[in-house]
């Protein structure tokens, strides 16, 4: 058992390590005395604040007040004369203010978030001004039960007051106040530092352009708490805890501190992510020792992962930030999530992980559907990384990328002061048909690089209206209309590469299944649904498109008719099943989704029969000439654009909570 | 901290309790004084008997002996005159001998099996005699190490050799045999106790009928190891373990047990059943407390199952137990599963349970995969459940159903003694046939409750030969097949439905999806691969008919023809996607997994130039008549049937490790 008089307080006094004086200049970004790492912020240094001071104490949450607070934080890159290129990053339960950098040349570990901060990454240094600060209780610099107490003159110890996420988002706010900025151009952090980015983008709107809630969750389940209790149990019943007093003592509860953390690393992980690191391999022998030393590599690694933490953490502190993520609950505080959303101003971009399943891709979902029902402005994506809640802290592929074009296209639009209109679409994202859902080009086409189904799509729709594109692929049909029609679009679809696609070109977007994504828009809520060579893929076909009618004023259907004279022949003199240009799969060799094959008079049956709905228009095309099949169509066109709506009044359902 | 004098080792008390002494009459199945519970075995009584006496110690697998060894058993039903129905139950890391009854009128709970044991039940103990013990190094009665140490007078404690499941089934089988057994009918148990099914089968295959693994796995993962490790760290770090020593002092490692319990129970739970029990429910109160009590309702559970926990179970059995299954590695011991599962001879039923986490179905699929390369009789169901992994202590619906046909079916073909051969099937079964998975009648069939091609495959099909049939349904055609033909077969199908349908009706079957199952399967394992009425939903059709190709000798494949004249006529001259009788479907509202649809001669094609294989037979038919069509077939036959093979010469690959 660990325990001894190094653990004598170490929290309070690194306090006064190595930290800048008020007054004193914050270091530049720049390296000093060395060469700068490529992509790295260099040698940076933490500087400290106290706020609240006197008789200006922090009200807290739990009813308590608490001040004088010391913040400890750090900032990499330069605030700009606007000073609208400020983000927040909000740490984890483990983490502190040292985001990115070093503070020695000789330090072998970065910071928590090196791999995303500094010149040219995701938190690009070069163009944002980024502020990271230890949380309030934190036991890295910030005022926390390690600290002591004016009052008694001894550490707080379990006498700290209670704290939750809203009072950690107050001390930062007093930060940002402090540092001369009005708004944030983002807030963004995973895990608990994504619940305060939630807190901030509802308590705060006006202050925070875009909100990056990562890896994050409107309210632990039941199987989170579960897991943090068990850490506090660890903690709590350990005979060296002394309900917290074991500062000034010469035992610490690092059993249980390093139970705790044992647990919290299983977690943090998945199951997938261990057994590729570890599998079964023993940590020495060839053969079982039959004792109950460490002996699987994974047993070791857990004990090194404990004493680790033990070394740098203070058990206390584990307590209060594991109870302020149990006690985080959105729906408890707002009523319901819709609520507690609509009370937000910001862009959202809500980051998830397929392999998390301690904050699972479930919960990201839920306020993703929230932000949706509430009509905001939300891109999401659950980028397939196997790393589990860690991959937050890892993963940088398809996450940077993600970030990086979302904050761009957020600082454009905030500094163009006209959202929604200042679009820029790289040529190299209109250059990129392949990744669409469907290859579907007339050779004939007159539109260099587009479809010549979204060309006629685009003349359907007026300007400045809604349009909800389904299977919209990289977004060039939203895109497009963003441009030239100055539309509000939004966009589902399920490709990865899509998603990054599409925040780079400033077309929010969610990574939804089409099939049972369409409950949570509310009724009419946009102008135009687009359903664009995605008829095929459906499965639940007469349930999708009455959501369809229900959701849009208009709903806009464009397929390749089955029934085109290429296809009859075949199949009544070659007794085959039809293979052409615009239907060009084999029965074996198809794309998996593709399960949907009709033709123009089976769709106008399915209208009128099965929808029961109104048919606005019918635009049978010829994908060689663009143009519009006006003899026989259901013979001669090889493709169809339908506009369909409802025939009911429209009375709207009630949406909210 | 609960501690003190009620700790001090009332293991080795309680082994002195309520035990019937060797020599004396076990109570019979019957209640005695009281009125019979419904399905339950009553009042039952806990037998021991002392095994390893003198010098004949116990080699066990660490190198140490131990002797004399108490083993602490039930037993429920009788022992039928033949000696052939024996049930043996593996208990799990918890358990212990007393599977099902009450011990006395009021106690508030039954054995840990009841559900599954008693008269009517899956274990049925008006068929079976069902045998359960408390493994070694248990804490309920059998020799542990709270047991005196004969040599030191003293408990063992650590100094109790390690033991392994292979050192629980050397004991198991000395008590067996002790019984008066030599074959078992069927061992089964899950968890810990479906690795003490695998040793036995493994390692006593000529004395296990049949052997039920169930939620358990061939070797624990990285993950389920480091859980594992967090309960050891817990017990070991918690300062009254007194390095296993506690048993005569005041102190108990009770806080280290109660987190070790805590751990474990999140593990074998579900989220989702976790959220259904809890979700975030307070325990008193409408607000937060703000403090460090237990305030969640799940916190209070978790709270409760430690402390019930503490009562009931010994610390070092904890470490002991865990340590066992971490050990418990098929691979390591014989290589690869491959090897460890031809060593077998029982038939196998194995079951998982979709929402386990802890043992997932992954590692019961693997365990199926090495039962088929190795060409064993296996069954498998991975149970639509939400319990987590304690699903098979709590879903009865589909588990009882699956093992008591299953139990019956093997208790047949042992008496019998023809295996393979008196399959009855049900008339129930047979007059199924919404459960199978198109549903295709010739109205004017005459073959009343089976399908048309059904009988035409049945002819192509020799006596005695070996047949695959993937998406089995029901298993209307092996069950004929075996009945009429005496074949061997296997299926392969999703619906658990069908699965208890086959088990019921001896015919072997694992849930498995098409699509990717077909690596498992040896070259050229089985005379026939039937795919009947299933190629329509194979996603990747090349690939697979490939496989098909090399399992079998010969494919037999039937699907309705989908140029058809009445489908020709729709299309060409109506202009719109074929419906009739055998493709009812309309294109908007058909079966998810429907996607091929393909003509004869498109089948044709595919086979000579896709396939490149052989065409062996070609049986258009008609479904009205039931008869083969010999004019026009590609027009006039509504259904194929075709017997496809390789052109190569059959070089086998080799299977195994």
Request: charged fraction near 25%.
């Amino acid at each position: 058992m660990k325990s001894g008089p190094e653990h004598n307080n170490k929290f309070e006094i690194s306090r006064d390590r190595d930290l800048l004086q008020p007054g004193e200049a914050p270091p530049s970004s720049e390296n000093k005395g060395q060469a700068a790492e490529e992509g790295s912020v260099g040698l940076v240094q933490t500087q400290y604040v106290k706020f609240f001071k006197g008789e200006d104490k922090l009200r807290l949450e739990c009813g308590e007040s608490l001040g004088p607070i010391e913040v400890v934080y750090e900032t990499y890159g330069r605030l700009n004369d606007q000073r609208d290129n400020a983000i927040l990053l909000l740490h984890a339960l483990s983490g502190d203010a040292h985001a990115a950098g070093r503070h020695k040349p000789d330090d072998t570990k970065c910071g928590w978030w090196d791999i995303m901060v500094g010149p040219g990454k995701a938190f690009d240094t070069e163009r944002y001004f980024i502020i990271c600060s230890n949380c309030l209780g934190g036991c890295m610099g910030t005022t926390g039960s390690s600290s002591i107490n004016p009052a008694t003159k001894e550490p707080y110890g379990l006498s700290f007051p209670m704290i939750t996420i809203s009072d950690m988002v107050e001390v930062q706010r007093r930060l940002v106040e402090h540092l001369g900025i009005e708004k944030l151009l983002a807030a963004a952090g995973g895990s608990m530092g994504g619940m305060q980015v939630l807190d901030w983008a509802i308590r705060y709107p006006d202050q925070v352009a875009a909100a990056l809630p990562i890896a994050t969750t409107a309210r632990l389940s039941a199987q989170g708490i579960a897991f943090d209790a068990v850490g506090r149990n660890a903690i709590l019943r350990d005979e060296n805890f002394q309900e917290g007093g074991y500062y000034r003592t010469s035992r610490y509860p690092a059993g249980g501190l390093a139970v705790a953390r044992m647990v919290g690393h299983i977690t943090y992980l998945s199951e997938e992510a261990m057994h590729t690191k570890f599998g079964r391999r023993l940590r020495q022998s060839q053969g079982y020792r039959y004792d109950f030393e460490n002996e699987f590599s994974v047993e070791t690694y857990l004990d090194h992962q404990g004493s680790l933490f033990v070394d740098r953490f203070d058990a206390n502190t584990y307590l209060y930030f594991s109870k302020a993520m149990d006690y985080f609950d959105l729906v408890r505080q707002y009523g319901c999530l819709h609520e507690a959303m609509s009370r937000t101003k910001s862009r959202f971009l809500v980051i998830s992980f397929n392999s998390d399943w301690l904050f699972p891709p479930r919960q990201s979902q839920e306020l993703v559907n929230a932000l949706l029902t509430a009509d905001k402005d939300v891109s999401y994506c659950n980028i397939n990384c196997p790393y589990g809640h860690d991959s937050f802290l890892l993963e940088t592929k398809v996450q940077s990328r993600l970030i990086s074009g979302f904050l761009r296209q957020t600082h454009e639009r905030l500094q163009s002061d006209k959202p929604g209109i200042q679009v820029s679409v790289s040529a190299e994202s209109r250059a990129r048909p392949e990744t669409a859902t469907y290859h579907w080009y007339g050779p004939g086409s007159i539109f260099t690089g587009e479809r010549v189904d979204h060309r006629q799509i685009a003349r359907l729709i007026e300007p400045d209206s809604t349009v909800l594109d389904l299977g919209c692929g990289d977004g060039q049909l939203l895109a497009l209309l963003q441009k030239e029609k100055n539309i509000r679009g939004m966009g589902v679809t399920l490709g990865e590469e899509d998603i990054v696609t599409c925040a780079e070109s400033g077309v929010s977007v969610v990574q939804y299944n089409l099939d049972n994504c369409m409950s949570i828009f509310a009724d009419k809520s946009y102008d135009y649904v687009v359903l664009s060579q995605t008829l095929q893929v459906i499965r639940q076909v007469p349930s999708v498109l009455r959501e369809l009618l229900r959701v849009g004023e208009q709903l806009i259907v464009s397929f390749p008719n089955f029934a085109y004279w290429r296809g009859r022949w075949q199949f009544t003199f070659k007794g085959r099943a039809p293979v052409w240009k615009n239907l060009p799969y084999t029965w074996f060799d198809k794309p998996d989704e593709s399960v949907n094959y009709m033709s123009i008079l089976d769709f106008e049956d399915f209208v009128r029969e099965q929808l029961k709905a109104r048919l606005v228009k019918r635009i049978p095309i010829s994908s060689r000439t663009g143009r519009q099949v006006r003899l026989l169509p259901n013979f001669f066109a090889d493709e169809v654009i339908f506009v369909i709506a409802d025939k009911s009044d429209g009375s709207v359902r009630q949406t909210g909570c």
